[in-house]
């Protein structure tokens, strides 16, 4: 499946299932908004980039017990160095369409199991040369289409909120031997934290004084 056509395929499954008429049990919708932390192996100790994320999300099942999740998210991801006089900087933005299962761990936690498709919409190489900062686009450097596993927890703090973690492992290299732009001898994969909160849509109306 090409690029566009999978960010087209994910925004309609997201929006149908928002829209479908039958009823669910323990369903519902809303916005999903969180701080980030990355890093790509290879790139040192304390490469962490913060990031952000934004999207929505949609949770659908048939039992008290297990659910099925699915989020559209753009999220910011890479690593940084943190040296001024030698920047070694990765920044990368994803469409992300994450799909998992919610176990219910009692009334308050649940844990969450999945896979991440991710589409690559842009990023930059920030790196020092003889001295001066050099910066390189990304675009047909980095792959493409990403996929990573989906471990977390969330708690429920009312019935209008949710508040969450969660870890991200790419499976599919960041790029080639043959491609390699950080230059670190090693086929590179990212990894994400992610901190966040979920509200949902009704209650977001509300807040919003959208009838």
Do not use: C, H
Request: net charge neutral; glycine share 10%.
């Amino acid at each position: 499946m090409r690029i566009k056509e999978f960010i087209i395929f994910s925004a309609l499954t997201f929006f149908w299932l928002i829209q479908n008429p039958f009823e669910l049990k323990a369903q519902d919708y809303g916005l999903k908004v969180g701080a980030v932390v990355s890093t790509i192996n290879g790139q040192g100790n304390g490469s962490l980039r913060p990031g952000l994320q934004l999207g929505g999300y949609k949770k659908f099942g048939a039992t008290e017990r297990l659910f099925v999740q699915m989020e559209t998210l753009l999220t910011q991801k890479g690593s940084w160095n943190w040296d001024s006089q030698n920047v070694n900087n990765i920044n990368l933005y994803y469409f992300d369409f994450a799909i998992m299962f919610g176990i219910l761990l009692d009334e308050k936690f649940t844990l969450n199991l999945g896979i991440q498709p991710s589409v690559f919409l842009g990023g930059n190489y920030k790196y020092f040369m003889d001295g001066q900062e050099q910066k390189m686009g990304l675009n047909g450097r980095v792959s493409a289409m990403d996929y990573a596993t989906i471990f977390g927890l969330e708690y429920d703090l009312n019935e209008n909120v949710t508040i969450g973690g969660r870890f991200n492992y790419s499976f599919v290299p960041l790029q080639s031997y043959e491609n390699d732009f950080a230059d670190n001898n090693q086929l590179s994969y990212s990894i994400l934290f992610q901190l966040y909160g979920k509200l949902k849509m009704d209650k977001l109306k509300e807040i919003l004084k959208i009838d």
